[in-house]
């Protein structure tokens, strides 16, 4: 073995020490600096993919009976995040930018039943397109191939001369009713009104820093860095599924709740935002 390759070596063991949770890893795949793989689903790596989480973490999570392919050649940017309950598909040679995030779940309905989760919808990022800097991809969006995607974007259908519509009766998507309560679903149990209640108390507990509103929930650990002020809405609910940045001593206004994985605002900006869900469970401000 010559010194020269030792470096080689060790980045590949290293490599393969991150994605070991991977169903499957192609040759000359790289991953540098902290990549989480989590969830019971698959996330399929094709050959040459550059998991670049040097400046912030870079998250795959796959829920049960999920997959996540990445085809070959693509390059994910650190703070990057992504998250399927069904699929989602990212084309050979595409570029991801930092923190940018995409799902394929809204997590929730819209109206009285917002704690029943929707069907999904199959995402796609065809081959070579290149997604902004904190771009968010909702489910049902089809990015074409050779398209970008400018920083800040939200998509949420086609974009890009040969973005194209998942194809009728497609098993991931049931179209825009699959956030409205026109399902008829039931009652909510005695047991989502408990589980409900104790999501409160444990916000009321994390969140007692922040002035916030009635009926805040959150489903786990939520740590507030706080130097400036937290304002949190009504009905806000704080989930897992995000990575947190690092944000200088400012004010974030969270009026009502944000978007569903809708990222935390950077460094000394304020968010305003209406009637979902946010992503992160870490609150920095």
């Known amino acids: 073995m010559t010194a020269p390759n030792l470096p080689r070596l060790l980045a590949d063991l290293g490599t393969r020490v991150k994605l070991r ?25 094709a050959d040459g993919v550059v998991l670049d989480a040097h400046a912030a973490p870079i998250e795959l999570y796959a829920h049960g009976g999920a997959e996540i392919h990445i085809g070959p050649g693509v390059h994910i940017e650190g703070g990057a995040s992504l998250e399927a309950v069904s699929r989602i598909e990212i ?23 917002r704690l029943r989760r929707p069907p999904s919808r199959l995402v796609v990022v065809e081959e070579g397109a ?16 050779g398209a970008v995607v400018p920083p800040g974007s939200v998509i ?39 589980r409900s209640a104790i999501n409160i108390l444990r916000a ?36 897992g599924g995000m990575i947190a940045t690092e944000a200088a001593p400012c004010s974030v206004r ?3 709740s944000a978007t569903a ?25």
């Not at 519509?165 to 005695?190: I, K, Q, V, Y």
């Not at 994985?261 to 900006?269: D, K």
């Open 21 to 45: 949770r991977c169903a499957s890893v192609g040759p000359s795949t790289i991953a540098r600096g902290r990549v989480w793989v989590r969830g019971m689903g698959e996330v399929h790596l």
């Open 91 to 113: 084309g050979a040679g595409a570029k991801l930018g930092s923190f940018c995030k995409i799902l394929d779940n809204h997590f929730h309905l819209v109206g009285r039943e």
């Open 130 to 145: 290149e997604l902004g800097a904190r771009v968010i991809l909702l489910p049902g969006a089809r990015v074409g191939k």
């Open 156 to 194: 949420s259908r086609s974009f890009g001369a040969s973005g194209r519509p998942a194809p009728a009766g497609e098993p991931f998507g049931m179209g825009r009713d699959a956030l409205t309560d026109d399902f008829n679903l039931p009652s909510r149990s005695l047991t989502d009104k408990v």
């Open 204 to 239: 009321a507990w994390y969140l007692r820093a922040c002035e916030r509103s009635a009926r805040v929930r959150a489903t786990g650990f939520v740590r507030v860095a706080n130097e400036g002020t937290i304002r949190i809405g009504d009905r806000a609910e704080f989930l």
């Open 254 to 256: 969270w009026c009502g």
């Open 261 to 285: 994985g809708r990222p935390a605002p950077g460094p000394c900006s304020s968010a305003t935002t209406s009637g979902s869900r946010t992503g992160p469970s870490s609150s920095q401000a």
